[in-house]
């Protein structure tokens, strides 16, 4: 939230493409939807819309059903995705596999302690990343003194 109208580029450095771009460097992330994502395909362009509207000295959207982006470029709302996450492959279960150097079958049991809930960890990491992406979008449109502080 927060972000300011008009960062971004509808061509090769969309936000959705930079945020996608570094949500995929994430390991274990397979996928990510924007705002309604797949939804989309079953609407119709009325109903997925966002309608824009004055509110003071703001321009805001009634709905948020495009996460904040139009054209990739922001348009002042909260910008939303959602990421799809592979479990972790690491549990305590037989599991079958191949010894690639023998070029034998093998079953593989994953001995001790794993944790199967990354996704206490992965939050973390997404919000982290989320960050370095909004700065270098901010720091593409306004130059590096915008993120530059005075320590005092």
Not at 3 to 9: A, I
Not at 81 to 96: E, G
Not at 112 to 136: E, F, N, Q, T, W
Request: aromatic share 8%; net charge neutral; with cysteine.
């Amino acid at each position: 939230t927060g972000l300011p109208v008009g960062l971004g580029d509808p061509w090769f450095s969309s936000v959705e493409g930079k945020l996608s771009l570094g949500m995929f460097a994430i390991g274990g992330v397979k996928g990510i939807e924007f705002g309604l994502g797949f939804d989309f395909s079953n609407k119709t362009g009325i109903t997925s819309n966002d309608e824009f509207y004055v509110s003071g000295a703001n321009i805001k959207t009634k709905t948020n059903n495009n996460a904040g982006i139009n054209g990739g470029i922001t348009n002042g709302m909260p910008v939303v995705f959602n990421l799809a996450v592979k479990p972790t492959p690491s549990i305590s279960s037989k599991q079958n596999t191949v010894d690639f150097v023998n070029k034998e079958n093998k079953e593989l049991e994953i001995i001790g302690r794993h944790d199967p809930a990354i996704i206490r960890r992965m939050a973390v990491v997404v919000d982290s990343v989320c960050a370095l992406v909004v700065c270098d979008l901010l720091a593409s449109k306004y130059g590096n003194d915008f993120l530059s502080f005075e320590v005092k």
